[in-house]
């Protein structure tokens, strides 16, 4: 069927996507993977090109953009150049720490941070996961304490996307030991506050280029005006904000499904054995029309979950049924293009071998597969009570 998602504005803009890819990012990107970084030029450039601060509006620097589709543009070609651990980092600034800020923030904070973020100038992250705290976020310890006109932070972090580089971080606190889930705020830390530390930059199986580290808070005092939202409304905050994480993560995957699906076609009908393309050999054949109906009935949903996104329609059960599907369809497609690669396919020289080491970890951040599941299913258990 023909796709009817992207207006003409939106192929404009991919073709903006597509060359500041190819000029900035692919020339660069096996270097960044090698090195385990992507450069902070890299953001720069973002900045320049409008890749960076769709949302944000213009009054602070950004494209003032509320279409997501033109986000789900900026994922397509990502994936289809095999750039992923460059998206990573911009999809957590763009879909993650800017909403915070450009929801919550007060006109100050605003001004303070989005215009940096817009340009690339300013890099964000934010602080969940713990060493003992991953999808249960009540487990969370680390503490913020008040103390006259200050907060005063204690605690580590580890998984943090753009943790090295970060400029700006949205750190999840526990405020209030004895309020349970009401205990909790989100406050933002900033570079070079004292006590504020990086610790390791950590060693992935996938995502290498992605800046992902440990962070380390003693004593970390910062200006009450850096609470982000309501003191005490940290956990209804997030909840309020996984929608567009999730469902940027499922983007995320159903792009990145495509691209290896694309590479592997056009492989196996380069590469050949007993005399003829492999892509002519029932099998292969078989495999190909199994993974285009997968995606394409998936790309659909999708697509359908966005236009509910922009109608602010799209609910945390609609996300968590994208995020969970999606993912494991993008395990389960790249790992039968590996297959479809032969040997090849193991080698990191193709992207065939880099997208099956960057798509591990989508089933388990933002949520894994069976929080996902239990959240859809205690939502069908509701209706029975």
């Given at each position: 069927m023909q796709r009817t998602q992207f207006e003409a504005d939106h192929e404009a803009y991919r073709e903006t996507v597509r060359e500041f890819l190819a000029r900035e990012i692919e020339p660069n990107y096996e270097r960044w993977e090698q090195e385990r970084l992507i450069s902070r030029s890299a953001w720069l450039a973002a900045g320049k090109f409008g890749i960076l601060g769709l949302g944000i509006s213009e009054e602070f620097g950004g494209a003032g953009v509320t279409d997501f589709r033109f986000r789900q543009v900026v994922f397509e070609e990502v994936a289809r150049a095999g750039t992923t651990s460059f998206g990573t980092g911009i999809n957590t600034q763009d879909d993650i720490v800017v909403p915070y800020i450009a929801n919550l923030g007060t006109v100050e904070q605003k001004a303070r941070w989005?215009?940096?973020?817009?340009?690339?100038?300013?890099?964000?992250?934010?602080?969940?996961t713990e060493p003992g705290a991953g999808s249960d976020l009540q487990g969370i310890r680390t503490t913020a304490v008040r103390d006259g006109d200050e907060w005063v932070i204690n605690g580590q972090k580890t998984f943090i996307t753009n943790g090295i580089h970060a400029d700006v971080v949205i750190v999840v606190c526990r405020t209030d030991p004895e309020a349970g889930s009401k205990g909790f705020s989100l406050i933002v830390v900033e570079r070079d506050t004292p006590g504020f530390t990086r610790g390791r930059k950590l060693h992935k199986v996938g995502l290498a280029g992605q800046d992902t580290a440990e962070l380390v808070f003693e004593d970390v005092r910062v200006p009450a005006v850096n609470l982000l939202g309501t003191e005490g409304a940290g956990f209804?905050?997030?909840m309020e904000n996984l929608p567009l994480e999730r469902i940027s993560i499922a983007v995320s995957a159903i792009t990145s499904a495509r691209a290896a699906y694309e590479w592997t076609?056009?492989?196996?009908?380069?590469?050949?054995?007993?005399?003829?393309?492999?892509?002519?050999?029932?099998?292969?054949?078989?495999?190909?029309?199994e993974m285009r109906t997968e995606i394409e009935v998936t790309e659909s949903h999708i697509d359908r979950s966005i236009l509910a996104l922009n109608a602010g329609e799209l609910t945390a059960v609609d996300a968590s049924m994208s995020k969970w599907w999606a993912t494991e369809l993008q395990k389960r497609v790249i790992d039968r293009c590996v297959q479809l690669h032969g040997g090849y396919g193991y080698m990191m020289e193709y992207p065939i071998g880099r997208a099956y080491v960057d798509s591990r970890i989508q089933t388990i951040y933002g949520g894994t597969t069976e929080i996902m599941k239990e959240i859809i299913g205690r939502d069908i258990a509701a209706e029975f009570r």
């Open positions: 989005l215009p940096g973020m817009a340009a690339g100038e300013v890099i964000g992250a934010i602080a969940m209804i905050h997030l076609k056009n492989y196996v009908f380069e590469r050949k054995a007993f005399g003829k393309p492999i892509g002519d050999l029932q099998n292969t054949r078989f495999a190909l029309a």
